[in-house]
């Protein structure tokens, strides 16, 4: 990586990765980048598009790896997040995939510590808090006395 390619954004990029072709040729232009705090996705060739997710947001990670991307060394890391924009994503054939989506997990869990967010802020409605049955049904259960 040259030292112009080392910032983005004003962040040290930490992992750069173009995705790559079935096969394992670089010929895409889609280029995934890893700061501290950010992943990086931009996608394009006449009209560019880059999207960003903040590590804290991002719930899970897990790797895919078929029997073809395994004979070219390549794998792919879907990313669970609660980004308003790439919502669920795929890191789609990369090289050293394991590796990948292991240190991916491993800043996404020191941002957290950073932040100190935790699993509780994304739970949300539906969460385990849910499970009790307190909440009525519908609407027609609910005594208007009461509120």
């Not at 990313?79 to 308003?84: A, F, G, K, N, Q």
Request: net charge negative.
């Amino acid at each position: 990586m040259g030292k112009e390619e080392e910032i983005h954004a004003g962040k040290e990029i930490l992992w750069k990765e173009r995705r790559r072709l079935w096969c394992g040729l670089p010929w895409t232009f889609t280029v995934y980048r890893l700061s501290s705090d950010r992943l990086y996705i931009k996608t394009g060739f006449f009209s560019l598009r880059e999207d960003e997710v903040r590590l804290y947001r991002i719930k899970d990670v897990s790797l895919n790896r078929s029997f073809i991307q395994r004979i070219f060394g390549l794998g792919t890391v879907h990313v669970c997040s609660t980004d308003s924009t790439l919502k669920d994503f795929d890191l789609k054939n990369i090289k050293n995939s394991e590796s990948v989506k292991e240190r991916l997990s491993d800043l996404v869990e020191a941002e957290r510590d950073r932040k100190r967010v935790s699993m509780r802020e994304f739970i949300g409605h539906g969460g385990p808090d849910d499970l009790h049955g307190d909440e009525p049904e519908d609407f027609d259960d609910i005594d208007m006395a009461e509120v």
